[in-house]
Every structure is written in C-alpha cells, then in structure tokens.
C-alpha cells in the first residue's frame, strides 16, 4: 500500500487548509485512515481518523475544527482544517492500520503503513 499526502502549505492563523492523502495498491475490507502530526522537537500525535465502518475519531485539540473525510470510490481521504492556530504547525502523516480495535485507532506503533507528510505551518 502506498499513501500520498498533499495539500499543506503556509497560512495565517484562522485559517482553513485541506490535506488530502490518497491509498494505492491492495484495497481491504476493515481498516482505518488516520492524519497524526508531528511538531519540531515532539512525538508524532494523533489528530482524527475514519474508519472502514464510517466511524469517525479526534483528538480533543482538534474537535470541532477539523473534519475527516472519505471518498471509498477514489481511495483517498481528506481533513479539512478550519480556525487554524499556530499550535497547529507540523508535518501531518497520513497513515493505515488494518483491522483495527477502538483503542488502537489513536495510537501511532498500530499503523501498517504510512505516507511521507505533509509540512502544514500556521503564522500568528
């Protein structure tokens, strides 16, 4: 499985931003997308993540202002990034975890696969 993150980009707090991470290769029938992020000089976290069933997770940071979608059909999924902050500036990874269980879906050493990252930087 290959994953390509895109869409990040420099904005200015308040802002939105849509990134975009598309899945190639073998296709299964129970897994997770996720967006985790990873600022300078700190672990990688978990942002939100779509599950198979249509299940939606996020991290309290983020709730209300980001959003995970998906579109089966074309492989990808999106989070849309609304009222940015600056503590919202990281490399943002898009990865996949198969057959995943509730409480692993949050948790980055779960996932199968990962894309490159996406460098999203929010100025004050």
């Known amino acids: 499985v290959q994953l390509q993150a895109s869409g990040g980009g420099l904005v200015q707090a308040g802002d939105s931003l849509r990134l975009s991470c598309a899945a190639s290769g073998r296709t299964f029938s129970s897994y997770a997308m996720a967006w985790f992020r990873q600022a300078p000089g700190k672990e990688r976290q978990f942002v939100a993540a779509?599950?198979?069933?249509?299940?939606?997770y996020y991290a309290d940071s983020v709730k209300g202002r980001f959003t995970i979608s998906g579109d089966n059909a074309k492989s990808t999924v999106s989070l849309q990034m609304n009222s940015l902050k600056p503590d919202d500036t990281a490399v943002y990874y898009c990865?996949?975890?198969?057959?995943?269980?509730?409480?692993?879906?949050?948790?980055?050493?779960?996932?199968?696969?990962w894309g490159q990252g996406t460098l999203v930087t929010v100025s004050s």
């Open positions: 779509l599950r198979s069933t249509g299940t939606t």
């Open positions: 990865g996949v975890v198969l057959n995943p269980i509730r409480s692993t879906i949050p948790i980055e050493r779960s996932y199968d696969y």
